[in-house]
T-cell receptor, first 113, second 115 residues
Framework: DAGVTQSPTHLIKTRGQQVTLRCSPKSGHDTVSWYQQALGQGPQFIFQYYEEEERQRGNFPDRFSGHQFPNYSSELNVNALLLGDSALYLC????????????FGAGTRLSVL | KNQVEQSPQSLIILEGKNCTLQCNYTVSPFSNLRWYKQDTGRGPVSLTIMTFSENTKSNGRYTATLDADTKQSSLHITASQLSDSASYICVVSLAPSGGYNKLIFGAGTRLAVHP
């Protein structure tokens, strides 16, 4: 039973570029949440997808967008990258209605130069 | 404002010693509180989860306590090992609203266990 898998593990981009991060949820899970974690900080909620729709959104600009596919996998897209977007991006999956117990992937480390 | 504060920010202990990490929260309406362990560069892994009616939960050498009246939680690590070196994050879940349980994360306590 595979857990939450994220790809790629590391990524280097330059300012102004666009990036797409991918997440496959734990088997049986239908909800995917994305977080941004700066060095030395706790994760900050970006948004959550359920039934292919964005259900909740944190305090992030529209440059951050996402998508959920019929197989529950998800993508996080960030446009017009800024230096401050450098962080560990975490994906967490859960089963709707099950106390929202979230299982995290290993993350994608994004460096913007 | 919903907040989760953890202390200390960082901690160094010797292998074999015990330690206690603290978490204070101002979150309402409360649903549950979780402790996660996060190794450097990895995703958080759940250690314990406690609801309002539970005041202690153990997972091996990790024991979490919850005082819902004072809105405080602690994570006690017994007989520390080098592999306990990590960040420990306290997370409080709000009661569901619109089918969504919002999670409030603390900044974490960075623990270093030295031989």
């Amino acid at each position: 039973d595979a857990g939450v898998t994220q790809s790629p593990t590391h990524l280097i981009k330059t300012r102004g570029q666009q990036v797409t991060l991918r997440c496959s949820p734990k088997s049986g899970h239908d909800t995917v949440s994305w977080y941004q974690q700066a060095l030395g900080q706790g994760p900050q909620f970006i948004f959550q997808y359920y039934e292919e729709e964005e259900r909740q959104r944190g305090n992030f600009p529209d440059r951050f967008s996402g998508h959920q596919f019929p197989n529950y996998s998800s993508e996080l897209n960030v446009n017009a990258l800024l230096l401050g977007d450098s962080a560990l991006y975490l994906c967490a999956s859960s089963l709707a209605g099950a106390k929202n117990i979230q299982y995290f992937g290993a993350g994608t480390r994004l460096s913007v130069l | 404002k919903n907040q989760v504060e953890q202390s200390p920010q960082s901690l160094i202990i010797l292998e074999g010693k015990n330690c206690t990490l603290q978490c204070n929260y101002t979150v309402s309406p409360f649903s549950n509180l979780r402790w996660y362990k996060q190794d450097t560069g990895r995703g958080p892994v759940s250690l314990t989860i406690m609801t309002f009616s539970e005041n202690t939960k153990s997972n091996g050498r990790y024991t979490a306590t919850l005082d819902a009246d004072t809105k405080q939680s602690s994570l006690h690590i017994t007989a520390s090992q080098l592999s306990d070196s990590a960040s420990y994050i306290c997370v409080v879940s709000l009661a569901p609203s619109g089918g969504y349980n919002k999670l409030i994360f603390g900044a974490g306590t960075r623990l270093a266990v030295h031989p």
